[in-house]
């Protein structure tokens, strides 16, 4: 469960669509970049390491596992995390 100081999957959702592509690192050095669309009628947060795409909804948000049963860990634990991109890119009173 993503904690209370994080943010919540809208607002990173919202800071992709206007700052993004984020592009951060998981802590076994595998970079992600990620990137705000919409898949299967869904907001998605999508994670693409290397050459294939991780899914993010929002009811998976904050854990290391998604929906889908794929590892998505590495964006919030590395460093730099999506929690880090988001603090440097939307908490400017841009979002």
Avoid at 24 to 42: F, L
Wanted: proline letters at 5%.
């Amino acid at each position: 469960m993503p904690s209370s100081s994080h943010p919540s999957f809208a607002q990173v959702y919202r800071c992709l669509q206007k700052n993004g592509p984020a592009r951060v690192t998981s802590t076994r050095g595998t970079d992600y970049m990620i990137t705000a669309e919409i898949a299967a009628e869904r907001q998605t947060i999508v994670c693409r390491p290397r050459s294939c795409a991780v899914h993010v909804h929002e009811d998976c948000w904050g854990e290391s596992i998604t929906c889908q049963g794929t590892r998505a860990g590495g964006i919030y634990n590395g460093a730099p995390s999506i929690y880090d991109w988001y603090q440097q890119h939307c908490l400017k009173g841009e979002e």
